[in-house]
């Protein structure tokens, strides 16, 4: 415990010197640097990066930004699009469980819009009747909404476009179907199929929809639709926490799991003892960097 205070009192040290002052009065300052356990927290799930850091690297993190390197488009669309998938999945599993529900909507072909940008009226306009209904039945709506497609100007839907939509638990199932539809009273049609089902929340279940939800497109012309969001969302949902400890992993520690051959696992659960691990465990080794992990996680008591 005390060279832990010594080595945070070291880091803020430091960081909080002028480097020149400290070579011009003749005292040496040992390079450090130490293994990052970043955690993110997102209800059931977890989040588990492990990866060596530097004071130096501390210090950069404070000095102001530069200028930011031009990045290709390409790569910085797969970039935007891990992120946005990632995110996505982080809200998905901070604020819905079980007895929440998810939906499908889809268009008949009376209804079906003619355009992509056309089912944007049809997305408005569902979201006002949901609103009203939750309140109506004394609810506050939340919900993520995802719209598919594929399409091309020259020969039309490739992929019919359709939506999904995670909500919470609230009116019945019936209530929430009815709102896809158009006109009222006897004159009400429904814009297409309309299902929703309660969410099954075990770690295969959620993590299934997680996957599949994250995973909707919408593509024009055979490429992305620039501009265009993956998913929407409510303004209410609770935000994934994260945080870092400096302190639990050392080198040694990294090794260990890096040279065991359950790739850490064993290592990982005495670390959460209340979690399974989900997938396999990403596992890097860089000369210069080190070890990096990657490990999701799942709580035992949701599933």
Sequence with gaps: MQKTLLFRRFIVLVLDTNLTDVENSGVFVMKKSFVRERRVEAGPYKEIRLYSRTIEQERKCREPRGRRKKVTGLSQARWNQ?????????FLYTNFGEKDYYAT?????????????????????????????????GFELKYMWFTSYQYDEEVGYITRIHHHIVLNNGPSRDAIESVWSK????????????????????????????????????????????????????????????????????????????????????EILKRFPQYRILGDILKIYDEDRGWYFKIELFRNDDG
Aim: no cysteine; glycine share 8%.
């Design 82 to 90: 891990a992120q946005s998938k990632r995110k996505a999945a982080l």
């Design 105 to 137: 909507f889809t268009y008949s072909d009376q209804f079906l819009p003619e355009k992509p940008a056309d089912a944007k009226r049809d997305q408005e306009n569902t979201l006002k009747k949901l609103k009203r209904l939750y309140e109506k039945e």
């Design 183 to 266: 006109g009222r009273g006897k004159k009400k049609q429904p814009l297409g199929r309309r299902q929703v089902q309660n969410i099954q929340y075990d770690s295969d279940g959620m993590q299934g929809l997680v996957n599949y939800l994250t995973g909707q497109e919408k593509w024009e012309n055979r490429q992305w639709k620039k501009g265009q969001k993956r998913w929407s969302k409510s303004r209410n949902l609770k935000e994934p926490h994260e945080t870092t400890n400096d302190d639990y992993w050392s080198f040694r520690k990294l090794n260990k799991l890096g040279m065991s051959n359950d790739d850490g696992a064993e």
